[in-house]
């Protein structure tokens, strides 16, 4: 079982659509939760990052934290096509960073 | 300063041959770290240096793979003898050591033929 786990996908979105993206986890001693953007052949950009459980907001975008349930999620309110991208959780413990498998999206215009 | 540098960003060469990519990080940024990422995957943790000491290096590192630090600046990662298992996209980040959000450069393409 990978440490982190993180649906493929691929989603598909009208424009101005709410989307929830998730990543469940197994190791207690992540402490450290960030979300990636990844367009084609490119690096991946940080978005978000959280230490804590709770909810921190960006614009239109959301990170939720729930580490009773080992659980993630990134939120994008009024979806764009320029959102179209590969979306990557992440996470530490100690001085290494565990990556999910990405999770696809496409808006529709 | 405008972020994260790696070069080449393409790199084809015929197995058996030794290649090699730069990193330059975030100027200010003591920590350097590697991955590779191979299609609808994340990125795996290679190696990571605090300034020019690394300090991590990950099962995936075989023994053709190594990566230096001088002078705590910019990276590089040589891979002897490539192998076709080994294309991939290799990435770099570099983050500051109290801060531990990661920013990564463009990537660097290899395909190995």
């Known amino acids: 079982q990978k440490e982190v786990e993180q649906d493929p996908g691929p989603l598909s979105v009208p424009e101005g659509a709410i989307v929830s993206l998730n990543c469940t986890y197994s190791?207690?001693?992540?402490?450290?939760f960030m979300w990636y953007r990844q367009y084609s052949r490119k690096g991946p950009e940080l978005l978000m990052y959280t230490y804590s459980s709770g909810n921190k907001e960006d614009g239109r975008f959301t990170a939720q934290v729930d580490k009773s349930s080992k659980y993630i999620s990134l939120f994008i309110r009024d979806s764009q096509p320029s959102d179209s991208a590969t979306y990557l959780c992440?996470?530490?413990?100690?001085?290494?960073?565990?990556f999910g498998t990405g999770t696809s999206l496409t808006v529709i215009p | 300063d405008t972020g994260v540098s790696q070069d080449p960003r393409h790199k084809i060469t015929k197995r058996g041959q030794n290649v090699t990519f730069r990193c330059d990080p975030i100027?200010?940024?003591?920590?350097l770290y590697w991955y590779r990422q191979t299609l609808g995957q994340g990125p795996e943790f290679l190696t990571y240096?605090?300034?020019?000491?690394?300090?991590?290096k990950s099962r995936l590192l075989s023994d053709r793979f190594s990566a230096e630090r001088p002078k705590g600046s910019f990276s590089t990662l040589e891979i002897q003898r490539t192998e076709q298992g080994d294309s991939a996209m290799y990435l770099c980040?570099?983050?500051?050591?109290?801060?531990?959000?990661?920013?990564f450069g463009p990537g660097t393409r290899l395909t190995v033929t």
């Open positions: 980040a570099s983050s500051l050591e109290e801060i531990y959000e990661q920013y």
């Open positions: 100027s200010e940024h003591n920590r």
């Open positions: 992440a996470m530490r413990s100690g001085n290494q960073f565990y």
């Open positions: 190791n207690s001693a992540f402490q450290y």
């Open positions: 240096f605090q300034n020019e000491a690394q300090l991590e």
